[in-house]
């Protein structure tokens, strides 16, 4: 079973409605391109130019759902025109169906065309002016010409324009939809940094205050629960500057003081925090300058290291140490492995997570795992000419 043509369009309706009307009024007053005189032949008679305006009124229908098999009927009716008186409408459907062939047509038909249509137009105007040795005859080539290679050439310039707005369109469809992607991903990685950022702020003092509130509950004796309190207001209250240096930055106020990126030179202070949270922290360190993103990556790992230290080492000393050697700054924190003896606040995950982002982001290396009775922490961030900022 042949599959069902689908609907001419109605625009193509109307054309063919208005032709074959078009037609048939010239006909009816007697409106004829040819007399009955002409030279070529005995021609047929008053209705026969009715036939061929049918048939090309019928190929309008196909002239965007098939256009090159409206437009080969149209060229059979079209010379079946010719043995006739002839009609005006029958060669303007005609060279309609020629600018549609070439307009909605395949693209291989779409270039022959012209080509075709303008090498007839030449030799029907070189060969009969050739052979009859009369300048007239180049009248046939004009013919040849106004019916099939204009329209074929007019096509062939509106399909280009046609097929580069598309192309225009497409691209900057295509410019939006990147544009878009690269908004996400940095909405993305800049909610990943804000994430990194908050939970090396807070995490921990929040577990101090957790161990420290829990030791308070957990212990009958007011000596204890007072140091307990004093360690948890401390915490509380650097918690809370903290936070509002990171809601500072978010913020962004106008004129506002710039946030003091935490540096290396800070690690002696944040040891000493440490130290008041009841870790037993040694500091090691041996580097020269490094850059802004390093130190800030260092030292995060170093203040994530000491919490997770805190929540879940064993009784025993934390060490830490930095050495900068080869170009890469070497970052190693080890504290006790085993089952601590008093209460420890629960942990995420999210804090090794973010440490080895921080350092695969800066095209470094990071490791986390036990070692015997040891947990280490290393971390390797280059730090030569280069580094991503």
């Not at 008679?45 to 965007?64: D, F, K, Q, S, T």
């Amino acid at each position: 079973m042949a599959p069902n043509l689908p609907r001419p369009h109605r625009d193509d309706l109307r054309i063919a409605v208005g032709g074959l009307f078009g037609g048939l009024l010239l006909w009816a007053v007697g409106i004829f391109p040819r007399t009955a005189s002409d030279d070529l032949a005995v021609r047929p008679g008053y209705w026969a130019p009715l036939v061929p305006l049918a048939v090309m009124a019928g190929c309008e229908l196909l002239r965007r759902i098939r256009p090159g098999a409206g437009l080969l009927i149209g060229t059979a009716a079209m010379v079946a025109d010719l043995l006739t008186r002839g009609s005006v409408a029958t060669i303007v459907l005609y060279t309609d169906l020629m600018y549609a062939a070439v307009l909605y047509g395949t693209p291989a038909v779409a270039r022959r065309l012209p080509w075709i249509t303008g090498l007839l137009t030449v030799l029907g105007g070189v060969v009969p002016a050739a052979l009859w040795r009369d300048p007239q005859g180049m009248l046939i080539g004009v013919g040849v010409g106004v019916v099939a290679f204009a329209p074929a050439a007019t096509g062939w310039v509106v399909r280009n324009h046609r097929d580069a707005a598309e192309a225009a369109r497409l691209r900057a469809e295509q410019t939006a939809l990147l544009a878009e992607m690269d908004r996400a991903q940095a909405v993305a990685a800049e909610r990943a940094r804000v994430a990194r950022e908050l939970h090396d702020l807070v995490a921990n003092h929040l577990s101090a205050i957790a161990i420290h509130s829990t030791a308070a509950l957990s212990i009958d004796d007011p000596g204890t629960s007072r140091e307990a309190l004093g360690v948890i207001r401390e915490n509380s209250v650097e918690g809370l500057a903290e936070m509002r240096r990171l809601i500072g930055i978010l913020r962004d106020h106008a004129g506002g003081e710039p946030f003091a990126t935490p540096t290396l030179d800070s690690l002696a202070t944040l040891v000493d925090g440490a130290r008041g949270n009841g870790l037993d922290v040694t500091l090691d360190t041996d580097h020269g300058e490094v850059p802004a993103p390093v130190e800030l990556a260092a030292y995060r790992i170093v203040q994530e290291s000491l919490t997770n230290a805190l929540k879940h080492a064993g009784p025993g000393r934390v060490t830490v140490r930095l050495v900068q050697r080869d170009g890469v700054l070497d970052v190693r924190v080890s504290s006790p492995y085993g089952r601590p003896d008093g209460p420890r606040a629960p942990g995420s995950g999210a804090g090794l997570i973010g440490m080895r982002e921080r350092a695969v982001l800066l095209d470094g290396g990071f490791e986390a795992g036990p070692d015997g009775g040891v947990w280490t922490v290393r971390a390797t961030l280059p730090v030569t000419e280069g580094d991503p900022e």
